[in-house]
């Protein structure tokens, strides 16, 4: 079966960390691009950084640079978003997704989502 299935997520202070995990199966790290996503209440989905199937990472967003960090663990398959220092405007459902064609800056590049897991920042 195809799918992405993300995890980690919960309920932390202003200032802690979470790691979230995207397992992946049906498909290969190495052939394809994924991305985390976010969606917070009331407001458009966002991209934020995006790994490539050669493993190079892509920022597409200055309001995690230096605080949220994308790897991969390609024998587990997957992929990991370590978030640090967060904020209570980083409360959202996490998304990862695979690229079609690699990290596209847009959403209809990405063909295949997760169910997405819920982090919450409390002030």
């Known amino acids: 079966q195809v799918q992405l299935v993300e995890s980690g997520g919960g309920l932390v202070q202003a200032g802690g960390s979470l790691k979230l995990s995207c397992v992946v199966s049906g498909f290969t790290l190495t052939n394809y691009a994924v991305r985390w996503f976010r969606q917070a209440p009331g407001k458009e989905r966002e991209g934020l950084l995006c790994i490539t199937s050669e493993g190079g990472k892509v920022w597409l967003v200055d309001s995690v640079k230096g605080r949220f960090t994308i790897s991969r663990d390609s024998a587990k398959n997957t992929v990991y978003l370590e978030m640090n220092n967060l904020k209570p405007e980083d409360t959202a459902v996490y998304y990862c997704?695979?690229?079609?064609?690699?990290?596209?800056?847009?959403?209809?590049?990405?063909?295949?989502w997760g169910q997405g897991t819920q982090v919450t920042v409390s002030s």
């Open positions: 997704a695979r690229g079609e064609f690699g990290c596209s800056p847009f959403q209809s590049g990405y063909d295949l």
